[in-house]
């Protein structure tokens, strides 16, 4: 019988690890794009992906916008609280319901949504173009089985 010697520790090699890789992907990319917007309309990440999803599909509730975006509740109720404060967001209550409130964006917010977007779209086919169609097209089915539950 041979026993073999195991490593007290065994590192995770975090340059190879696919949920570190992906993390760095998206927060790079997130992040390049944020810098825009940021300063022009001091606009967080977390706001404008809540602006992003009620661009998307209005009147959701604050529950259905983190359910979307898979971010924290927390953060994007603060984020709501404040893109309603700043007149980007209208907040009312769904068929009468005073416990269930939608979100839609305002028409500031459309004003903001439609400059940013452009925006964010210009720097996703800047990122794509390092690949070519076949790659998009395989990137595309990897990521919706990925993302599949």
Known sequence: M???????????????FLPYRLSILSNTVS?????EYQDR?????????????LGRFAELSAREV???TAMDKVAVSRAVARLVEAGR?????HGGDKRRSVLK?????????D???PMARAHERD???KLDEGERVQLNRILDKLLAP
């Not at 073999?4 to 090699?13: G, I």
């Not at 500031?108 to 949504?113: F, L």
């Open 89 to 93: 967001v209208d907040r009312s209550t």
């Open 115 to 117: 400059e940013v977007a």
């Open 66 to 68: 983190a359910e979307r």
């Open 105 to 113: 964006l305002s028409e500031a917010g459309w004003a903001i949504h």
């Open 127 to 129: 990122l794509l173009a």
């Open 2 to 16: 041979t026993f073999e010697t195991v490593p007290a520790h065994a590192p995770l090699e975090l340059e190879r």
């Open 41 to 53: 309309f001091e606009l967080s990440m977390t706001e404008w992906r809540v602006m992003a999803v």
């Open 31 to 35: 992040q390049s794009i944020a810098a």
